[in-house]
């Protein structure tokens, strides 16, 4: 049973438009992360959030917003999507019990095409 | 600044054989140091962590990682590759509960 599922898998955006990009985890962690991953680099922190109805900004918040309305979901926002975004983003969850040691799980990622 | 450097993009082995992915990292404390595993159209999977005690940690399907400070390395081992093994492999530490990864590795298995 899949504990982080990312929807939708693979998204086709127009540049200017806007893309909303969704997880839902059942895991029960607090602790939620929005990566992106480039060919040739390792994945990325755009956001997260640690507490429903809160985000932090990441190492690469630029042209994003992120949303967390509940313990179990945590949306990636992009009002006005541009060429540069096409990527694979990653949701992950983890257990802040464990520290800076806690396993992090993630989804099966979302390919982005921005034309 | 903290950083991982995966030094190789792709390494080729023949099944069977020995397995070696390097990880050097930078980081002015004491690091939490993870190797993880990512399949086609997959998430990424723990294989194994690492932040004390001895520097051999043994993890999922075989695989082992030596950690040493002298060298800030946490390089990934497997003594007999299989087939099933053609992933990516990224290297990561964490610090302040963030992430950082390497650029990751793409391992090839051959016949």
């Known amino acids: 049973e899949a504990a982080v599922t990312q929807s939708p898998r693979s998204k086709v955006a127009v540049t200017g438009g806007k893309v909303t990009l969704s997880c839902h985890q059942t895991n029960n962690h607090d602790y939620m992360y929005w990566y992106r991953q480039d060919t040739g680099h390792g994945l990325r922190l755009i956001h997260y959030s640690y507490v429903a109805d809160s985000t932090e900004k990441g190492d690469i918040p630029d042209g994003y917003k992120a949303s967390r309305p509940s313990q179990e979901n945590f949306s990636l926002i992009l009002e006005l999507a541009s060429l540069s975004q096409t990527a694979v983003y990653f949701c992950a969850s983890s257990d802040p019990t464990g520290g800076n040691y806690a396993e992090q799980f993630f989804g099966p990622g979302t390919r982005l095409t921005v034309l | 600044a903290q950083s991982v450097t995966q030094p190789d993009a792709r390494v080729t082995v023949s099944e069977g054989a020995s397995l070696q992915l390097r990880c050097k990292y930078s980081?002015?404390?004491?690091?939490?140091l993870f190797w993880y595993v990512q399949y086609p159209r997959q998430g990424l999977q723990l294989l194994l962590k690492y932040y004390s005690g001895d520097p051999v940690v043994q993890g999922v399907n075989g695989f082992e990682a030596e950690f040493s400070k002298s060298n800030s390395s946490f390089h990934l081992r497997k003594a007999s590759v299989h087939w099933s093994d053609s992933a990516v492999y990224f290297c990561a530490l964490t610090g302040n509960y963030k992430y950082v990864f390497g650029a990751g590795t793409r391992l090839k298995v051959i016949a």
């Open positions: 980081y002015s404390g004491t690091p939490y």
